[in-house]
């Protein structure tokens, strides 16, 4: 099938034979492995919870950074029912490829920032439902001794603001918010900056004492 021909077929949705179809456009080089494993995320979305859990072990085994940005992309997204059997391989993945906020000490990018919120969300959301940890449990512990750009970077975002939300109180960020802000201050003027810190304001406006 000619790469037009398959990406047409692909954008049908799930079918059972789209991943052999796949499996053959990959041997035959007409998708590279990262193109190969970014059509898996964009089946999964449809695919009945047997299939899942077989690509998202393939997904797991991919190794590529750019597949798990996708990954996580498809994870996080409450649309997505995903069966228990198949977040298991997607929390391996995840943990495997940490986004990367810079070299130490540099500031953080906006996209960059936006990737680890994405990330860290997908993240909880696969550990609670591999039945795992809970989301809180999951989000604190990863942010727990980060630095402070990872904890900005995630609760400065609408998921980290929903999370904020849903904790309720200051005490139970267990500092993560001081981490937060003090990346703020220390890049007085900064505009990414500035943008991160309006959004982790805006979340911890909601925040009881």
């Given at each position: 099938?000619?790469?037009?021909?398959?990406?047409?077929?692909?954008?049908?949705?799930?079918?059972?034979?789209?991943?052999?179809?796949?499996?053959?456009?990959?041997?035959?080089?007409?998708?590279?492995?990262?193109?190969?494993?970014?059509?898996?995320?964009?089946?999964?979305?449809?695919?009945?919870?047997?299939?899942?859990?077989?690509?998202?072990?393939?997904?797991?085994?991919?190794?590529?950074?750019?597949?798990?940005?996708?990954?996580?992309?498809?994870?996080?997204?409450?649309?997505?029912?995903?069966?228990?059997?198949?977040?298991?391989?997607?929390?391996?993945?995840?943990?495997?490829?940490?986004?990367?906020?810079?070299?130490?000490?540099?500031?953080?990018?906006?996209?960059?920032?936006?990737r680890y919120a994405c990330w860290l969300h997908a993240l909880a959301r696969l550990a609670e439902r591999a039945g795992m940890a809970t989301?809180?449990?999951?989000?604190?512990?990863?942010?727990?001794?980060?630095?402070?750009?990872?904890?900005?970077?995630?609760l400065a975002s609408p998921a980290g603001q929903d999370f904020v939300f849903m904790v309720g109180k200051r005490a139970r960020l267990r500092?993560?918010?001081?981490?937060?802000?003090?990346?703020?201050?220390?890049?007085?003027?900064?505009?990414?900056?500035?943008?991160?810190?309006?959004?982790?304001?805006?979340?911890l406006g909601k925040l009881k004492d």
């Open positions: 099938m000619a790469g037009a021909a398959l990406d047409a077929y692909l954008d049908t949705g799930f079918q059972p034979d789209a991943v052999p179809l796949l499996d053959q456009a990959l041997a035959r080089g007409m998708l590279d492995r990262q193109a190969y494993g970014r059509a898996l995320v964009a089946l999964l979305r449809a695919a009945p919870p047997p299939w899942q859990s077989r690509m998202a072990g393939w997904l797991a085994d991919s190794g590529d950074f750019a597949v798990a940005d996708d990954a996580a992309g498809a994870a996080g997204d409450a649309h997505l029912k995903l069966g228990a059997d198949a977040a298991a391989p997607f929390l391996r993945l995840l943990r495997t490829h940490q986004p990367q906020l810079g070299r130490a000490g540099a500031a953080v990018s906006l996209e960059s920032a936006q989301h809180q449990d999951t989000v604190l512990a990863t942010l727990a001794g980060a630095d402070d750009g990872r904890a900005l970077s995630y500092g993560v918010d001081a981490a937060a802000a003090r990346a703020v201050a220390l890049h007085p003027g900064h505009p990414v900056y500035a943008t991160l810190g309006a959004g982790l304001w805006c979340g």
